[in-house]
């Protein structure tokens, strides 16, 4: 779709395309605006728009708004709120639909929420899970290194009640995830 073919589209044809764009048995055309999204979200407080207001703006077509969102950045893949929506809606693959649109219109929020997902996905891809203190520390020097200094608090708790671990451990079946990953890239390299 040409860029001029995109900046005209309607509500319904946004809705559409991130429906068409989110794998699964997408049903966000069913969202009753409960809410059960945004109050099971543990980043909720964080975000602009909380999942419920991000589908309503879906829905009235407003692709700008919705692709700049810190939103869809700030989602931790819990899948808390897609386990807790009525209407079975996958909550937490339309966020990964929208980032990635976000990313193909140069539209996202922060120059810095691309590389909390890289970073993320390259500790994932290391060690079959995240690294909490290594994610943190590596993404904020990277982009936001005077923000570590109030951290600090939060992650001393963490370490002294054993929420947190100083060096990453990787999982048992680490051959077995990289076949998937490997399996899931070349997949979405060979779809259009």
């Not at 049903?27 to 009753?32: A, E, S, V």
């Not at 077995?176 to 890239?185: G, N, P, T």
């Amino acid at each position: 779709m040409s860029a001029a073919a995109v900046s005209v589209s309607g509500p319904k044809d946004f809705l559409s395309e991130v429906m068409a764009g989110t794998p699964g048995d997408n049903r966000l055309n069913h969202c009753i605006q409960c809410g059960s999204c945004g109050g099971s979200c543990p980043s909720g407080a964080e975000m602009e728009h909380t999942p419920r207001r991000l589908f309503a703006l879906i829905q009235a077509g407003q692709r700008e708004t919705v692709l700049k969102s810190n939103a869809p950045w700030y989602c931790v893949s819990c899948y808390y709120c897609t386990v807790r929506c009525p209407q079975n809606i996958h909550i937490t693959d339309v966020m990964y639909t929208l980032k990635a649109m976000a990313i193909r219109a140069g539209l996202y929020h922060d120059a810095a929420m691309p590389g909390f997902s890289e970073t993320f996905v390259d500790y994932v891809e290391k060690y079959g899970r995240s690294f909490e203190l290594g994610l943190a520390t590596r993404f904020n020097l990277r982009h936001h290194p005077l923000s570590l200094a109030g951290m600090a608090p939060l992650g001393l708790g963490m370490l002294k009640r054993g929420r947190m671990d100083l060096t990453p451990h990787r999982i048992a079946g680490m051959a077995q995830l990289s076949a998937i990953l490997d399996k899931a890239k070349a997949l979405e390299g060979a779809t259009p």
